[in-house]
Structures are given as C-alpha cells and as structure tokens.
C-alpha cells in the first residue's frame, strides 16, 4: 500500500485560478512534510516545507497541516502556465528519508 | 551556486553490463540520496547515505549498491543490468540540522535503458 497517497492524480484549473492538492499518508511515523514540483526532463525541485499543524504560506502557495488525521494539502493561488508540472507530497519520519506520492498533474490553461 | 551534478545525462547499456551512475555536490551536505523514477510508481528510494562509508538501504536497494568514499560524491552501481531497471535515476543532497532540516536537492536526473 502506498504510504502517501495524493489526489486527484491530474487537474486542470484556468489561467488566475486556484488549484488545489491533497495529500493524506497511511504512517503516523511520518512528522515532515514537503511538497516537491517537477516540470518535464527536470528534478524534483522542493516547494515548501510543513512541520507544524496549520497553515504556512509562501507567496501563492499555502500548505495546510492536520497532524491527527496526516492530512497535507497545498493550495496554489492565482495559478500562472509556469505552474503547469507535476506536484509531489513527501513525508518522512525523521526529516531526512523522503518518501514520496505519486504526484499530481496541474495543467494550467488560458 | 547550490547544485547536485549527475554524470552521465543519458545512458544507454546492454542486459548485462555494468553501470556506474555518478552524482556529486559542492554543498559539503551530509547525507545523499539515490531514487529512481518510474511512470505509474513515483519516486522511490534506493540508498540513502548519512556521510562517507554510512550507507542504508532504502525501499528498493535490490540490484544495487553504492560508494560513498568521499563527502561530495556518491556513486550509484548496478552489477550486470537488468531491462528492468530501465528508469531515471535522481540523486539528491541534503544539510543535516535535525528538525530543520532543509529539503533534498535534487540533481536533474539520469536516462538509464538497458536494452
């Protein structure tokens, strides 16, 4: 069984829209979390950390935390064609180890 | 400039034949990573490495081994390769601070075929 599990496996949110992405891990080790974003022939390149419940924001991106129920959600706001990639959720147990999802694809069109 | 270099970018081998995938950082970062990525299958870890000769295996280490003999350079091996092992291979650092640790780098990958 995948330890994280992401959803919806793709999207498609217009061009200033908000796109929204959920994540929810079956392992009450995991305390840390990431989201990755990876556009085609590159790397994972790491969007934004989540340790503590509640919210973080980061300029357009907000990532939500809900410890008790391993709940992981990001939120992309005024959505740009850039942003059109594959997310990744990844947790670990101990900050280091990632293990990942299987990511969302976010198309964003005109 | 913080980067993870891997060497080669493409790679094309024979079932078989050995393969040396390399993968360096100049971030004095102690631990790297070793994944591989497969459509349908995520990113999974193969190694992980906390600093020079500290290796662990990861989720899927069958098929390979790894060399960390120097901080900056972590090396991945698969001894006679399988057409199974067909993927991308990333490689990743990152600075040990405990709880803040920041997120792994990644490098930009290496296309691995074996045919």
């Known amino acids: 069984q995948q330890k994280v599990q992401q959803s919806p496996e793709s999207l498609s949110v217009p061009e200033g829209g908000m796109a929204s992405l959920n994540c929810t891990s079956s392992?009450?080790?995991?305390?840390y979390f990431w989201w990755y974003r990876q556009h085609s022939g590159e790397g994972p390149k790491a969007l934004m950390?989540?340790?503590?419940?509640g919210d973080k924001k980061e300029g357009r991106f907000t990532a939500h935390l809900n410890k008790a129920s391993l709940h992981v959600s990001l939120h992309i706001r005024d959505s740009q064609p850039s942003d059109s990639a594959l997310y990744f959720c990844?947790?670990?147990?101990?900050?280091?180890?990632?293990?990942f999802g299987l990511g969302t694809r976010v198309s964003v069109f005109p | 400039d913080m980067k993870v270099t891997q060497m080669p970018r493409y790679l094309i081998k024979r079932m078989g034949e050995n393969v040396l995938l390399e993968c360096g950082q100049d971030?004095?970062?102690?631990?790297m990573y070793w994944y591989r990525q497969d459509p349908g299958l995520g990113l999974q870890l193969i190694y992980i490495?906390?600093?020079?000769?500290?290796?662990s295996e990861g989720d899927i280490p069958k098929g390979y081994r790894v060399s960390r003999k120097k901080r900056e350079h972590f090396s991945l091996i698969l001894d006679s390769a399988k057409t199974n092992q067909t993927s991308v291979y990333f490689c990743?650092?990152?600075?040990?601070?405990?709880?803040?640790?920041?997120?792994?780098?990644f490098g930009e990958g290496t296309r691995l075929s074996v045919l």
């Open positions: 490495s906390y600093d020079v000769d500290s290796n």
């Open positions: 971030m004095s970062h102690e631990t």
């Open positions: 990743a650092s990152s600075l040990y601070r405990g709880r803040d640790n920041q997120a792994p780098l």
């Open positions: 392992d009450r080790n995991f305390q």
């Open positions: 990844a947790a670990s147990e101990d900050a280091q180890g990632l293990t």
């Open positions: 950390s989540i340790f503590s419940d």
